[in-house]
């Protein structure tokens, strides 16, 4: 047997080990009982029905307010506001009205999505990342590009359990919250850069020009280097 | 309407192609509506192409073949803390290798759903007995990045440096499933734009987790290829 084999079944082994001994000795878990369907279950695991998944449809925006956003829209506005809200609470990320209703955004439908925004928590990454998503996919405009800038300027959200608050870290699967953490910037600058890319960010205009720069800039003084580090390879890339 | 009818049908036909998963009572509802829907979404990708070395891990960038994937290393699904913090999912390879256990963080928290896919694959992977359940390396001492910085699991900290937190082959957990998404990021073509942005983004962080320079260099090779 290979040393490295060795090493990774001892790591494996070591890990297990570890995993049943904190069941074992957590007060919440009781002993440990491997027969079918009697697997150890804490107290936060069967306290779930009471606490707000971040799947799923958001408590965060009282419906009244869902109301009025409706309310201000004119009518075919407000079914594509409505699919909108279908995906963002479904979660089901590949709905094919992603790519044909939630395009070319008129300027009243992306100030209620801003405004939906602005009421989630900030816990709700996928939710807020996919705002940012539409609205720099779709940017045409100097107050679409400061709400780009916006979002790069928000407090870095610290966990994903509280934004306010570091929790335990988990090495093995942290790489997702890396990403998921910082999810609605990270969408922004992937979108600025592929629309630098394709040339359908119109710099002709300098105002626009101005306010991609302000945005960019903005990005590269995030605390955040992974947020940082992206917004300044941009500004290279693109001399912005 | 019609669109969004054939979204619904899909996801219903997919969660009924998943039916054989079993859970395990306690696993609570929105957590398996969750998992069958994450499951259903991968279930129905339609690629385009696939890289070399998407071809020698899951052979065709398409949903029956992810299926069979998870299906053929995935036979039970249980609820556990997996050792706590913001694990999402875990498999204890020595209690019993095909089953998957699930966190209630799986739906508290707000990942894309392919992020949250990626995770379940990631698992499956370390199931595989044969291939000592593609055990982690310990990252390098000292781990950095291309800009000479340590690498941290998150930006607040936590260096990644000697932890079992990286791989120094393609085929492992992390690189599989980075293969896996960079090339639906790349190939999937019934995919949102959504997906594949997120697909693309997670991968190229995972990659991070890759620590044999020359691995690295030859898996971006691979995703660049014509």
Known sequence: MSKQLF???????????????????DPDSGPIDFKEGNYPVSESDTA????????????????????????????ADRARFQSFLDISQSGRDNDPRI??????????????????????????????????????????????LEFVGEVLTEEPCLSMADCKNLSDRDAHTGAVDQVSINYPQLVSLYQLESRLAAGS????ISA????????????????????????????????? | MMKATVVILSLVLGQIAFAALKFDKNVPANIQTQMLEDLAFIGQIQGNGQTKFHQEIFAQVDGPTYKTFFETRIFEVGMNACGGGSAVACVMPFFNPNKMWLTKNFTDFSHP????????????????????????????????????????????GARLEGQPACDSSYKGSYG????????????????????????????MDQLGRISVPAVKDAMIADFNAP
């Open chain 2, 176 to 203: 599989s499933s980075t293969v896996m998404l960079k090339n639906i990021a790349k190939f999937c073509a019934n995919c949102s734009e959504k997906v594949r942005m997120d697909a693309d983004i997670y991968a």
């Open chain 1, 201 to 204: 960010l119109d710099l002709s």
């Open chain 2, 113 to 156: 759903q392919v992020a949250r896919s990626m995770v379940v694959f990631h698992e499956a992977r370390h199931s595989e007995s044969k291939n000592g359940n593609w055990a982690h390396d310990n990252c390098p001492t000292p781990f950095l990045d291309e800009a000479g910085k340590d690498k941290t699991s998150i930006w607040t």
């Open chain 1, 208 to 240: 626009l020009k101005e306010e991609t720069r302000s945005a960019l800039a903005k990005g590269a003084r995030s605390p955040v280097p992974q947020i940082r580090e992206k917004a300044e390879a941009i500004q290279k890339k693109y001399n912005l």
């Open chain 1, 7 to 25: 090493g990774g079944l001892l790591l494996i082994f070591v890990i297990g080990l570890a995993l049943l001994f904190k069941a074992k000795v």
């Open chain 1, 48 to 75: 779930m029905g009471n606490e707000q998944s971040l799947v799923g449809p958001s408590e965060d925006v009282p419906q009244e307010m869902v109301n009025d956003m409706l309310d201000g829209l004119k009518e």
């Open chain 1, 99 to 144: 790519d044909s209703e939630l395009k070319n955004l008129s300027s009243e439908l992306k100030n209620q999505m801003k405004k939906y925004y602005r009421s989630l928590a900030p816990e709700r990454r996928n939710e807020r990342g996919f705002v940012s998503f539409l609205i720099s996919r779709d940017a045409k405009s100097v107050e679409d």
